[in-house]
């Protein structure tokens, strides 16, 4: 009981109400709650009498929100939340947590780098159901505001307004080029070796911010690179146009893709450009399975100590 006077008010009634006040309509109140509907009816008549005042008007084509009732719906959501919480945080103290963790990915090879934690995660928690979604960093973003995903994996390159993150790896940029190359045997690049070279690379439209610092930085190096071919699609695309001579380029240098065929991987000296992988999540209502997450990234993949938000 919460408070009483002559019935005793359960958090029951106040999820009933919660559903009314949104449907405004007692039969698909009802379906949504899976209960009868005179039995919901004489529910939110008990919460009245409890409350001492109507909270609904009742009429023909439904139901209206009485002035009592809307002060009322606010803070009767409050307390579903917080009983939420509250029963989140006891599960999490027996060391039990479930729930729904949607998390965006921008590509496979960041999803097989965070595989370890969501392995000891599971483990961890195995009645936390997991949701995985596929897109672009843009994509993300919208659908962290848009809460349809708990967190997003992707490359960050600016802080970002009501959103926290938190890196989770940090890749070198290095310069690509066929194993048959004439350049091929020098041990590091500076960019302006490279300013007589035909290039292949993401197009704009797959990649926006590292299309546009790369030529950024040629411009920095003193040169405009001559692009022969841009690729749309999956970046790794560019790499396979190096391993058939048909340029070179520069790319974040995973250990994943360094075995590639026909192609040799070269320090980028000046400048050294590098990207970092962020979790990134909403600073407003962060669910319990969320930050339990967060925290065992955290453990596994401690930031570098000078972490900052890279260029590319």
């Known amino acids: 009981m919460l408070f009483g006077y002559g019935h005793a008010m359960e958090l029951r009634h106040l999820r009933y109400f919660v559903v009314v006040a949104e449907e405004l309509n007692l039969t698909r109140a009802a379906a949504k709650l899976r209960v009868a509907q005179p039995a919901l009816s004489r529910q939110m008549h008990d919460l009245e009498d409890e409350l001492q005042t109507p909270l609904l008007e009742r009429r023909p084509a439904g139901v209206q929100l009485t002035r009592a009732g809307r002060a009322f719906y606010p803070r009767a959501r409050a307390i579903l939340r917080q009983a939420a919480d509250a029963a989140n945080e006891a599960r999490t103290a027996g060391g039990a947590v479930s729930g729904r963790l949607a998390l965006g990915f921008a590509s496979g090879i960041l999803l097989n780098h965070l595989a370890p934690v969501i392995a000891w995660f599971r483990r961890a928690h195995p009645?936390?159901?997991?949701?995985?979604?596929?897109?672009?960093?843009t994509e993300q973003l919208k659908a962290l505001r848009d809460a349809r995903i708990d967190l997003g994996a992707l490359n960050l390159f600016a802080p970002t307004p009501g959103l926290e993150h938190q890196t989770?790896?940090?890749v070198p940029v290095e310069v690509v080029l066929p194993a048959t190359h004439p350049l091929a045997k020098q041990r590091e690049f500076a960019l302006a070796d490279l300013?007589?070279?035909?290039?292949v690379i993401c197009s704009r439209e797959s990649r926006p911010e590292f299309y546009d610092e790369f030529f950024r930085q040629c411009a920095n190096a003193g040169f405009h690179p001559r692009v022969v071919k841009e690729v749309d699609g999956?970046?790794?695309?560019?790499?396979?146009l190096v391993s058939v001579n048909a340029g070179v380029t520069v790319f974040p240098h995973f250990a994943q893709v360094e075995r590639m065929h026909g192609i040799v991987w070269r320090p980028l000296s000046k400048p050294k450009v590098w990207v970092e992988f962020a979790l990134v999540w909403r600073r407003q209502n962060v669910s319990r399975v969320t930050e339990e997450f967060i925290a065992l990234a955290?453990?596994?993949?401690?930031?570098?100590?000078?972490?900052?938000?890279?260029?590319?």
């Open 127 to 137: 009645k936390v159901e997991f949701d995985f979604f596929h897109a672009k960093a």
């Open 168 to 170: 989770i790896w940090r």
């Open 195 to 199: 300013r007589n070279e035909d290039f």
């Open 234 to 240: 999956y970046p790794t695309n560019a790499l396979g």
């Open 298 to 312: 955290a453990k596994h993949f401690p930031p570098p100590a000078d972490s900052k938000l890279a260029p590319i």
